[in-house]
């Protein structure tokens, strides 16, 4: 009788503040969907991070004809210069950090630029003997980068000694930040849908004073009078949540999986399982903010 009772009052406050329902559900809805983005942008981080990472390569730019580095006084690099180097590459104590390495001669790396950089004019600007030639280094572990760098740089025939995976840092910057913009988005959101849900409850318990007034003479419970009420918030938060869980699938899905994994199917995008993920977190946030922002209402308008 007792939750045949607080189904009925759900019910009911659902019906007579139907409009402020959906307005409580599209607000959770909205910041939660950016919580879900912030979400899968740091998935997308750490997943790219754990696949670029194990590929990145350090390289030795060797001196060429056009080269100023104060590693290149001597000019380009000779034949002897180069075996050095690749007899040092191959010598006990850097090898054991190597996993591999190749070498890329000038026209090598032409070829490169020009597939990179096909769509650009600047394209025809350059020629093969502008490029320098270089040594490819896959590290076993990439947290080494600045061993190979002290043992190079200053050898004779050394231009630079580059890790890719401080380009990455850059890019992984610029997605980090964006994730932080959606996580203050979702902040103001949350806030705005805190406010929301408790003028709606203090509305349903205005609509209904004279129902907990009876019940307060009758003897009921504190939480018998306050669960409807709270439970109207949760319903709508809960409903809210699902759909921004429902939207963060589809953009794993549709977007990342269908038309981004095409573009560039040498990157790694996270699945539409790993965004799944993230919907229990989306609904039990969406319920304690309906929860508290519930109670926190009803303790100085609905006093029992």
Not at 14 to 43: D, P
Not at 53 to 77: K, T
Request: proline share 4%.
């Amino acid at each position: 009788m007792r939750l045949a009772f607080i189904l009925g009052e759900i019910a009911s406050g659902l019906r007579r503040n139907l409009s402020m329902v959906v307005s409580v559900i599209l607000v959770t809805f909205v910041s939660l969907t950016f919580v879900g983005a912030a979400g899968i942008l740091q998935l997308q981080i750490n997943q790219m991070k754990g696949y670029w990472y194990d590929r990145v390569q350090v390289a030795i730019f060797l001196c060429g004809p056009g080269s100023s580095s104060a590693g290149c006084a001597g000019g380009p690099v000779t034949p002897d210069q180069q075996k050095a180097l690749q007899a040092l590459l191959d010598s006990p104590a850097v090898a054991q950090y190597i996993s591999d390495y190749h070498y890329e001669s000038q026209a090598e790396a032409y070829q490169h630029f020009k597939e990179q950089f096909a769509n650009s004019p600047i394209v025809d600007s350059v020629t093969p003997d502008q490029l320098p030639s270089s040594f490819r280094i896959n590290l076993k572990d990439p947290q080494k980068y600045q061993i190979i760098s002290e043992t190079f740089s200053s050898r004779p025939g050394v231009e630079t000694v580059i890790d890719q995976r401080q380009l990455l840092e850059k890019l992984f910057s610029v997605m980090n930040g964006a994730s932080v913009v959606a996580i203050v988005i979702a902040a103001v959101m949350i806030v705005c849908a805190i406010l929301l849900i408790g003028t709606t409850i203090r509305l349903s318990a205005f609509s209904r004073r004279r129902e907990t007034g009876i019940m307060r003479l009758v003897g009921a419970s504190k939480l018998v009078i306050q669960l409807p009420f709270v439970l109207e918030g949760v319903i709508a938060a809960v409903v809210g949540a699902v759909l921004a869980s429902a939207t963060v699938w589809a953009v794993a899905k549709f977007f990342l999986g269908d038309v981004l994994a095409r573009q560039y199917p040498d990157t790694a995008f996270i699945s539409p399982a790993q965004a799944l993920m993230l919907s229990p977190l989306l609904v039990g946030l969406g319920v304690v903010l309906a929860g508290m922002s519930s109670m926190l209402t009803l303790r100085r308008y609905l006093k029992v």
